[in-house]
């Protein structure tokens, strides 16, 4: 069975950090694209972020280019989320996905439950 468990979620003042982490079990990690989508209250899922099941490639959207940064541990079976410069648009759910040898941007075919990020004014 496979499981993605993010953490790392919390309340930041705008311009601060944070970093996501989701482990993954019940798969052969290195297998499988990794992405971190995210939702807004009133907004659809969109697509964060994703980095290859090789680490050779990643993806952004555009809007965190330059401030988010995908990275995975493939010996830990973790891949990470480090964003910077936090604006308030970026308070969401943030999913962490996987998908086996998809491109960056999916389809992914497991998610996990989300972790909240609050970015305050």
């Known amino acids: 069975q496979v499981q993605l468990v993010e953490s790392g979620g919390g309340i930041v003042q705008a311009g601060g950090s944070l970093r996501l982490s989701c482990a993954a079990s019940?798969?052969?990690?290195?297998?499988?694209?990794m992405g971190w989508f995210r939702q807004a209250p009133g907004k659809e899922r969109e697509f964060v972020a994703g980095?290859?099941?090789?680490?050779?490639?990643?993806a952004y959207k555009n809007p965190v280019k330059g401030r988010f940064a995908i990275s995975r541990d493939n010996a830990k079976m973790t891949v990470y989320l480090q964003m910077n410069s936090l604006e308030s648009e970026d308070t969401a759910v943030y999913y962490c996905?996987?998908?086996?040898?998809?491109?960056?941007?999916?389809?992914?075919?497991?998610w996990g439950q989300g972790t909240q990020v609050t970015v305050s004014s």
């Open positions: 980095i290859t099941y090789s680490g050779g490639s990643t």
């Open positions: 019940g798969l052969t990690f290195s297998w499988y694209t």
């Open positions: 996905a996987a998908g086996r040898r998809v491109a960056p941007t999916g389809p992914y075919d497991y």
